[in-house]
């Protein structure tokens, strides 16, 4: 029953819709001071244990400051769209897999990636930790049905969809379909296309259902490489997105994470010569020192996130869509799924 | 009369729609492989006066290849997105103003920003060239108008609108506002924002308005770089996006250009610690060896560019929005306009 979302809250929070006209500008309130002032209880602690951290080799030389250590914390996404995935990103950092192992692949305004260089080769591929899970290409999309007879789970608070933002990456692939919204999900930003009334699956006492959902690849979004279908890649090969969100690559490949701190080691690295930006020599990749999970990391701070369905966060979404300020004169009256970052801090 | 668009081929080339159906992929069909498939005569050869040459001093030490050149290559926009800007820009790069600069400040998932460090400094600012235009404001958006009596010019094709692509960021501030498209305009990524009717502005012999368009900030835009509002100014401070396409910008700061060649050597530099990303130190700053118009750079490869009104264009936009190879599995039906850079190549 993992693929259904009865009892889980999948509460969407609404971006300043598309199609109504824009809401008025709060002048001068910036995004920034709308976050600076949210209440403690919005922020949402992050457990330790849904954190990896990745310890790259110092700058060998350099400018000022380069034997300082490069730290790149990831927060793992929440049920309902972790799915396997993350169960095998756990495996895979408690039995250390990736010590040792480097960044080999920094293509511009598109990832950075990460594993095992000899992974192609068998006789040389480092060995997988046993018991990681096989995930299936259905497994990208999340279902999303309701509680039976035309009745909405309350676990499932769609708003109504006039309050969204529709977007080009989310369309159904009948002519009829209702259009496709994004939004986002217990702290993360997510797409939602409803079924229209001819795709409806199978009903039942359990509910008919709605749709799907899934997340989406903004800049620092951490998916998992893979090689051409159906293979869906287990987790040992990651990547970080570096430029203009790559939405091509929704629903095709699984998002897992986002960088919550130190992206800037990544998307700072040398670009590499080689095809899609792999570095063409083993003395370019970027060794990994440890990569860890949180809860195994002595000392490490304590990270929250603005929660989502949040007062601020709406308030804060509406900003980031109708920038208006000293600097900005004219405000956009929208803005899309990926240019409204959730708010990241260290814990006070 | 340069506001106005009469006799300028302002042709607009469509994205996939957003409300349509998505067009049936052609399976198989890469954007790259549309794009090598091109005919010659879809290239449009870039004037060496419309480039300006950004030699950065090479890396004082590291890696292998260290010592080479840093050279970033910049189209400056065509008219009428120009305006006054590019006309300072040009000024600018002739006097060899910028020779000495230096990069200033790096914001991850923002802007690379660089002119003259001391700029703020009344004493020790580097003194302008004389003449350079004074820009308003309202030239962030180039009016479009009809040839009079509801008749569209034929120099301004619009397509029907259900052929283009709705955008979160292009609206009018009116409730009844049609929606605003974005789509390419001779070669550029541009919104077009036409207005109501009850918008309508004064009308007579010359025609009247039927909207606005301006150009958009996406990955590698160049763009003007100003303090406050109604400062617009005058393009001796620089900057690129480096990041997720900043939209709020547009119609709030001036797009000049964008980098077609190097851009590796901006992405990649060191983030700024300072607020905003500002270099903390005059060490950190990396210099600018010599700026210059592609015209004064000796053996200058000639580059061309895709024309955005051509056939292939359309499928390279389509695919796009569209993948479906063996790689991905689960075509979008759609695409954001910052997601179909156009295709600049080195010409044969």
């Not at 007879?149 to 009829?176: C, E, H, M, N, R």
């Not at 959902?213 to 970080?240: F, I, K, M, N, Q």
Request: glycine share 12%; proline share 10%.
């Amino acid at each position: 029953m993992k693929r259904l979302l009865s009892g889980i809250a999948l509460v969407l929070a609404p971006l300043p819709a598309l199609a109504a006209p824009p809401a008025v500008p709060e002048a001068g309130v910036t995004p920034g001071a709308v976050v600076a002032a949210a209440a403690a209880g919005e922020w949402r602690r992050i457990a330790p244990g849904d954190l990896v951290v990745m310890d790259l080799a110092p700058l060998a030389a350099g400018p000022a400051g380069a034997s300082a250590p490069r730290r790149v914390v990831i927060q793992l996404i929440a049920p309902p769209f972790s799915q396997g995935w993350v169960e095998n990103i756990r495996k895979l950092a408690a039995a250390h897999w990736w010590d040792g192992l480097a960044i080999v692949r920094v293509q511009d305004n598109y990832v950075v990636q990460w594993g095992d260089p000899d992974g192609d080769d068998p006789r040389k591929a480092r060995p997988l930790p046993a018991g990681l899970r096989a995930m299936a290409e259905r497994d990208y999309v999340v279902p999303v049905r309701s509680a039976g007879a035309g009745k909405t789970d309350p676990a499932l608070a769609i708003p109504d969809g006039g309050s969204w933002a529709s977007d080009p990456y989310v369309q159904g692939a009948a002519p009829a379909s209702p259009a496709g919204l994004t939004g986002f999900s217990g702290g993360w930003p997510i797409a939602y296309l409803p079924r229209g009334p001819h795709e409806d699956g199978a009903g039942g006492a359990t509910g008919r259902m709605v749709g799907e959902a899934w997340p989406v690849h903004c800049y620092g979004s951490v998916g998992v490489g893979r090689s051409v279908s159906p293979d869906t890649g287990t987790g040992a090969e990651l990547y970080t997105v570096i430029g203009h969100a790559p939405r091509q690559l929704d629903r095709n490949i699984a998002v897992v994470g986002r960088v919550i701190e130190g992206i800037e080691h990544l998307s700072s690295l040398p670009r590499g010569t080689g095809e899609l930006g792999f570095y063409e020599t083993a003395a370019e990749r970027v060794p990994i020192v440890a990569m860890r999970l949180g809860s195994e990391v002595p000392g490490l701070p304590a990270y929250e996130y603005l929660a989502t369905d949040s007062e601020s966060f709406a308030r804060y979404a509406r900003a980031r869509a109708n920038r208006k300020d000293d600097f900005f004169i004219r405000p956009a009256g929208g803005v899309d799924v990926c240019n409204v970052p959730v708010p990241v801090r260290r814990a006070r």
